[in-house]
């Protein structure tokens, strides 16, 4: 048992030094430090809070909220610092998604030290 905690330690250690954790780390940082995109974050939040109220009680989101929501995406992708940090996060779960695809292929069996039987890249 300690082997596979282990691994699992080493395969922690791994992503946290990984290139793509350092990149969102980064890129949080600098979207965190830039006025606007904290600005347009907190719009984000409370639009987020304004919205599940409305629908816990029953209600379906209006047109209003509907353009609301539009409108506040449109400011999130349009500024650099939040579209570098969903683009950073975006590559990190990428990792993660195929780390947690190589560990269950390795469990099922399809995955070997030959490559993989289910033919993913990640194997090979």
Partial sequence: MSTIIDKAKDLGAAIASSEELAKL?????????????????????????????WQATGNDLTDEHKDKAKAIEEKMTGNSKISAYMEAQREFEQL???????????????CGDGGCSAGCSSCN
């Avoid at 979207?31 to 719009?43: F, K, L, Q, R, W």
């Avoid at 993660?96 to 399809?110: A, C, D, K, V, W």
């Fill in 96 to 110: 993660l998604y195929e780390i947690n695809n190589i560990i269950s292929l390795s469990i099922s069996g399809q």
């Fill in 25 to 53: 780390r980064n890129a949080e940082l600098e979207m965190n430090n830039d006025g606007d995109a904290t600005n347009i974050i907190a719009e984000f939040q409370q639009a987020q809070q304004e919205f599940q109220q």
